[in-house]
């Protein structure tokens, strides 16, 4: 039995999960005296726990970029600038996907390594369109018009038309949180749930309960959608073999004229416990899973999406994927980094609510401004506090 244990824990799917267990079995191989156990979650299970309690029982931990807020107020898990080579790190600043090693530097610290990388892009199954002799969509009129004739699935979650939200408030000009009062002011607010509501008035209501996942799984499972124009890429469904049927993916429609949607930055980071009894082997295995050289082949060949940028520009993880990573590159490169102060993740759990609420059921716009700015200046209060 080995004499260093260490547990992890991450969320629950193919590609949350295979490659950290995969990689895990390998290191146990080149390290006997070290065995690393990985616990599944869902991603609600990830915002009804804190992280911060987590890591009194895991030494290793998958977590989204605003929490590192709250990482640097409570001081609960290491930082890793402390702990990694400069050398290292300035890899991982070189190699960066978008935005995603510097959304997990809060206050001076780096809090996480971008083991993951996401970011809404459009996905569609070439073969219908091939099929009925269409054309991809690839401007916002286009999107429209598709969605009109019932071939447009797109995730309608809560949290999913939050993320939406911000992007369409780029697309009209505004960023979001430029203000401690407000997310947005109220014009550009508005003109954001007119623009929302003319899409999602036109896709199936079934919609508003379903997550990027969900979405991907009805599209290779039916022939009834043909185009998802903004749902948080998974690789998984564009490698042979993985669903019933083949999902292309590539880059967001033009809002105007060579303007092209800005969508919110995801995946995920790779933290370590402060409370690890085993700290020291917890790091070293966080920087090697998260090395160029593995992320650009082991990582990405067990499942994974990759935040090292080595693998978005190689020629056997694209070719593994039908071209996901270099088709989507673009978008991961201009997307939208989410606040992450801490008490962010209070307002980005609720106030998802009163969008989902409004463009289900209707109601006053104005309402849902009220109730999102409330939300916000609440947690600017509490992080302040």
Same mark, same amino acid.
Request: with cysteine; proline share 5%; hydrophobic share 35%.
């Given at each position: 039995m080995?004499t260093?244990q ?5 969320w629950g799917h193919?590609r949350g999960? &295979? +490659?950290?267990?995969?990689f895990?079995?390998?290191?146990? %191989?080149l =390290?006997?005296?070290v065995?690393? $156990?990985?616990?599944?979650r ?11 309690k987590?890591?009194?029982r ?7 970029h605003p ?10 898990v290491?930082p890793?600038?402390?702990h ?18 510097r959304s997990y ?5 780096q809090?996480?390594?971008a083991i993951?990388?996401? &970011? +809404? ?5 070439a073969d219908?369109? %091939?099929? =009925?002799?269409?054309?991809?969509? $690839?401007t916002w009129?286009?999107?429209?018009e598709?969605?009109?004739?019932g ?17 369409f408030?780029?697309?009209?000009g505004?960023?979001?949180f430029s ?7 109220a ?32 599209? &290779? ?5 043909w185009y998802c124009?903004?749902?948080?890429g998974?690789?998984n ?6 669903a019933?049927q ?5 880059d ?10 800005r969508s ?7 933290a ?9 082997w917890?790091v ?6 998260v090395?160029g ?7 990405v060949?067990h499942?994974g999406?990759p ?12 070719q593994? &994927?039908h071209q996901f ?22 307002f ?7 969008l ?5 059921e209707?109601g ?16 600017r ?5």
């Amino acid at each position: 039995m080995a004499t260093i244990q260490l547990k992890g824990i991450t969320w629950g799917h193919s590609r949350g999960y &295979t +490659p950290l267990g995969a990689f895990s079995q390998r290191f146990s %191989e080149l =390290h006997p005296d070290v065995e690393i $156990t990985w616990k599944q979650r869902t991603l609600q299970e990830f915002a009804d726990f804190p992280i911060e309690k987590l890591t009194e029982r895991y030494d290793l931990l998958i977590i989204d970029h605003p929490w590192v807020g709250c990482a640097d107020a409570t001081r609960c898990v290491l930082p890793l600038d402390e702990h990694l080579s400069e050398a290292y790190l300035d890899d991982q600043a070189q190699n960066s996907v978008g935005n995603s090693h510097r959304s997990y530097q809060y206050g001076g610290h780096q809090w996480g390594l971008a083991i993951d990388a996401a &970011t +809404p892009v459009a996905s569609y199954r070439a073969d219908l369109f %091939e099929q =009925h002799q269409a054309e991809v969509p $690839t401007t916002w009129d286009a999107l429209l018009e598709l969605a009109s004739r019932g071939n447009v699935a797109v995730p309608a979650i809560p949290i999913d038309l939050l993320m939406n939200f911000y992007m369409f408030c780029l697309a009209h000009g505004k960023t979001p949180f430029s203000s401690e009062e407000e997310v947005i002011d109220a014009e550009t607010g508005l003109q954001v749930l007119d623009t929302m509501g003319d899409l999602y008035g036109r896709v199936d209501k079934t919609f508003f309960s379903r997550n990027p996942i969900a979405v991907a799984e009805v599209m &290779t499972r039916t022939d009834d959608y043909w185009y998802c124009p903004f749902a948080y890429g998974y690789s998984n469904y564009s490698r042979t073999g993985y669903a019933a049927q083949l999902l292309t993916y590539g880059d967001l429609v033009d809002f105007r004229p060579g303007e092209k949607l800005r969508s919110t930055l995801g995946g995920t980071g790779l933290a370590v416990s402060a409370f690890s009894a085993h700290p020291e082997w917890a790091v070293r295995f966080a920087e090697a899973i998260v090395s160029g050289p593995c992320q650009s082949t082991f990582y990405v060949e067990h499942g994974g999406q990759p935040g090292h940028r080595a693998a978005w520009t190689s020629e056997s993880a694209n070719q593994l &994927t039908h071209q996901f990573f270099r088709s989507t590159l673009p978008a991961l490169d201009r997307a939208f980094t989410r606040p992450r102060y801490n008490g962010y993740l209070h307002f980005q759990d609720h106030a998802g609510d009163p969008l989902h609420r409004y463009l289900k059921e209707g109601g006053s716009p104005e309402r849902v401004l009220q109730e999102i700015n409330q939300l916000y200046r609440e947690s600017r209060k509490n992080a302040k506090a």
